[in-house]
């Protein structure tokens, strides 16, 4: 009967590919020198007639050695080894999905007829969607936050880069956001006074929102208090979305009065 650790190792073999027997029988040779299918069966509860089907398998696989002798001896590779192989075995998968999902995706020139909006949410940060919309535009960002916790290190990165690359930058914060811009000299800061910016009490608060390339747009909202919460948010695109008009207007205007106060 294995332990809470041979079980622990066990799930995480199987996530990363092996079935069951296996997996079993992997991590049972890890804990002794070498094995026999009686000895692995009664480490990893595998029965015996499934233990020489799953370390023929193994062995095929390049993470098992096998002595042939009367009865055959089991043997798992060096640990450094067998984790390079998983590591390759995954990354491979992984290049396999990236191109069989590629050959799915519609193709990007065909033009969108049919904008629409979508929403996604997070148990931790959407960091990542917000970057990777502003490492992807062109020629503007416009950024909203609605509280300072929506300022990370990611998004300064990606601002930084998209900066380097001559994309025009601007972002707009609330009076009461404090935000350290000083190492980000290309990028215009706007106080907004506009009040739907504003907490409305419990139901919810705008988080963050950007609108690249004014086509573009990712509106975050979040409940509790600041850095507490879920937050989620909605994705538009095309430049005759409805939701990405009104943003687009609303934000165009307030950019155009703060130069106009300057």
């Not at 009686?38 to 993470?63: H, K, M, W």
């Not at 640990?79 to 995954?90: P, T």
């Not at 996604?120 to 020629?139: Q, V």
């Not at 006074?193 to 409305?200: A, G, I, T, Y």
Request: net charge negative; glycine share 6%.
């Amino acid at each position: 009967m294995g332990t809470a650790e041979h079980d622990r190792a066990v799930e995480l073999l199987k996530e990363l590919g092996m079935k069951t027997y296996q997996a079993e029988c992997f991590a049972a040779l890890n804990t002794i020198p070498s094995g026999t299918a009686r000895e692995i069966s009664e480490v990893a509860d595998v029965p015996r007639t499934r233990v020489y089907d799953a370390t023929e398998a193994l062995a095929e696989q390049g993470f098992v050695e096998v002595q042939h002798t009367n009865p055959q001896r089991f043997r798992a590779i060096p640990l450094s080894e067998a984790v390079r192989n998983l590591r390759e075995q995954y990354e491979l998968r992984i290049e396999r999905l990236h191109e069989t999902l590629a050959d799915l995706e519609p193709d990007a020139n065909e033009p969108d007829d049919h904008p629409e909006v979508w929403t996604l949410s997070s148990d931790g940060s959407l960091d990542a969607r917000i970057s990777a919309t502003i490492l992807a535009a062109e020629h503007e960002v416009v950024l909203v936050l609605g509280s300072s916790d929506g300022w990370t290190v990611e998004l300064a990165d990606a601002i930084e880069t998209v900066v380097d690359r001559g994309v025009d930058v601007h972002v707009v914060t609330l009076p009461s956001v404090t935000l350290d811009l000083d190492g980000f000299d290309a990028v215009e800061t706007v106080r907004s006074e506009l009040p739907w910016l504003e907490s409305q009490g419990d139901d919810g608060r705008i988080g963050r929102l950007l609108l690249a390339d004014r086509d573009s747009l990712l509106l975050t909202t979040c409940t509790g208090a600041d850095g507490e919460g879920t937050e989620r948010a909605i994705v538009a695109e095309g430049a005759s979305n409805g939701a990405v008009v009104l943003c687009r207007r609303l934000l165009l205007e307030e950019l155009a009065d703060s130069q106009l106060a300057e």
